[in-house]
């Protein structure tokens, strides 16, 4: 299983249930905008090597789903995707 070099402060990871992709993710520390007042995580995915991408996305991770920020709509309100999860393993601190 292979982690990102870049993410910053993995308190877990998880497997999603339809492509088996393992993702990392840390709490959400970003000053509050319309994506994150109600995201707890950064779910890291690819891109974070790249310049000009950041690599996460906002969403919160829960025991069996997470809820991921895929998009906004015409408000700029962020378009929710439910990802199913396979494992959920949180880190020990």
């Known amino acids: 299983m292979a982690y990102y070099?870049?993410?910053k402060d993995p308190i877990g990871c998880f497997i999603e249930k339809d492509t088996g992709n393992y993702f990392e993710y840390s709490?959400?520390?970003d000053?509050?905008?319309?994506?994150n007042e109600d995201t707890l995580h950064k779910i890291w995915v690819g891109g974070g090597g790249v310049a000009g991408?950041?690599?996460y996305r906002y969403g919160t991770v829960k025991k069996t789903v997470a809820y991921?920020?895929?998009?906004?709509?015409?408000?700029?309100?962020?378009?929710?995707?439910k990802w199913q999860?396979?494992?959920?393993?949180?880190?020990a601190t």
Do not use: I
Not at 31 to 35: A, T, V
Not at 75 to 80: A, D, E, M, R, T
Not at 85 to 91: R, V
């Open 5 to 7: 070099t870049y993410t």
């Open 27 to 29: 709490r959400n520390d």
């Open 31 to 35: 000053p509050l905008n319309n994506c």
């Open 53 to 55: 991408m950041t690599g």
């Open 68 to 81: 991921v920020v895929v998009d906004e709509d015409e408000y700029g309100l962020p378009v929710l995707e």
């Open 85 to 91: 999860l396979k494992k959920n393993t949180e880190y």
